[in-house]
């Protein structure tokens, strides 16, 4: 049974680095668009709290989380776009308080959850361990969105690890949501981080197999950057068809990103 901790730690530490880049920003800045279409810096910052919210209501409240998943059901196409823009309608100084209190009391229900319980979520049940780390992944990917429209560049960090994990974890779900089998055999993968380290997961000797960048595999899995933009390289079918539709998030099959220079 995995000590859910260290995540839960990395999960602060990537929360305190996110409201760090944002704490001082002016209402002007608070506004810029970025490039989530539709999507301010506070969109983004009100998505974690919702987010976080949901996360909360999941561990503490299961009947009430249930009927949120109701909710996201009857409107698939606008319930996140929803939850965004109410939160976006805050001011700065609300939406950083709430966001704040949001992830304090998330923090404190991961840590006092019984060991080898399970949440509910809008995919498979999640463990402590597991929550922590969709958590880390989505306040990752949208610190991403945040910065890039700060013009601010965030190099990655070893936390970077949880989320390649969970990429390469929800392979099968990438397909199930997208109306195809998943693949019988597993695959390798093997993933450079910016140290120089070699991240790998899967059988040495599986004959498919993706390689490639640390950052690149997360930038995919998050739908952040394109493949077309990124030095991953796939060997066998599966394997490549896997880096087209690959997302570590829950629910319905993301749009991902254009490709550099095209228009969306």
Same mark, same amino acid.
């Given at each position: ?13 990537? $929360? ?37 919210? $949901? ?27 929803e ?6 309608r ?20 991961? #840590? ?10 809008y995919?498979?049940?999640? $463990? ?20 890039e ?9 070893e936390?970077?690890?949880? =989320? ?12 199930? =949501? ?9 695959? #390798? =993968? ?42 991953? $390289?796939?060997?066998g ?19 991902? #990103? ?7």
């Amino acid at each position: 049974m995995a000590d859910p901790t260290p995540v839960i730690d990395d999960l602060c530490a990537e $929360s305190d680095e996110l409201d760090r880049l944002v704490r001082e920003l002016g209402p002007e800045r608070w506004a810029l668009r970025t490039p989530a279409p539709g999507w301010t810096v506070a969109h983004q910052i009100a998505h974690l709290y919702w987010t976080d919210r $949901s996360a909360l209501l999941a561990v503490t409240d299961p009947d009430a989380f249930h009927a949120l998943v109701e909710k996201a059901l009857a409107a698939p196409d606008s319930f996140v776009d929803e939850g965004a823009e109410e939160g976006a309608r805050l001011t700065p100084d609300e939406l950083l308080s709430a966001w704040r209190e949001g992830r304090t009391a998330l923090d404190r229900a991961l #840590r006092g959850a019984p060991p080898g319980a399970r949440f509910p979520w809008y995919g498979p049940p999640m $463990s402590a361990a597991s929550m922590a780390t969709a958590r880390l992944m989505e306040t990752w990917a949208h610190g991403l969105d945040i910065a890039e429209a700060l013009g601010v560049v965030r190099p990655p960090t070893e936390r970077l690890k949880h =989320v390649a994990r969970l990429g390469v974890r929800t392979r099968d779900f990438a397909h199930t =949501v997208h109306g195809l089998t998943p693949p019988a055999e597993e695959f #390798r =993968v093997e993933l450079t981080a910016a140290d120089g380290a070699l991240w790998t997961y899967g059988p040495e000797d599986a004959p498919q197999r993706v390689t490639g960048p640390a950052l690149d595999f997360c930038l995919l899995v998050t739908q952040r950057a394109h493949r077309a933009d990124l030095a991953l $390289s796939a060997a066998g079918p599966d394997a490549d068809r896997w880096l087209d539709i690959a997302q570590a998030f829950a629910g319905p099959p993301g749009t991902g #990103r254009p490709p550099k220079g095209a228009e969306r």
